[in-house]
């Protein structure tokens, strides 16, 4: 069976990163994180400019 793939948004992650979520969706992001992310270019240019 195949892992869920989750397309993750800019603001999220910066949310994560700025420990902004619930605590709920920290423990999902991590989650997702630590399998394998999927991040657009757009996102990955959002978050360098972050």
Same mark, same amino acid.
């Given at each position: 069976?195949?892992?869920?793939? /989750?397309?993750? !948004?800019? !603001?999220?992650? =910066?949310? /994560?990163?700025?420990?902004?979520? $619930? !605590?709920? *969706?920290?423990?999902?992001?991590?989650? #997702?994180v630590? !399998?394998? $992310?999927?991040?657009? #270019? =757009?996102?990955?240019? *959002? =978050?360098? *400019?972050?």
């Amino acid at each position: 069976m195949e892992k869920s793939k /989750y397309l993750i !948004d800019t !603001d999220s992650v =910066i949310d /994560y990163l700025n420990n902004n979520l $619930p !605590d709920s *969706g920290s423990q999902f992001l991590s989650k #997702v994180v630590d !399998d394998v $992310p999927v991040l657009s #270019v =757009i996102s990955k240019i *959002g =978050i360098l *400019g972050f």
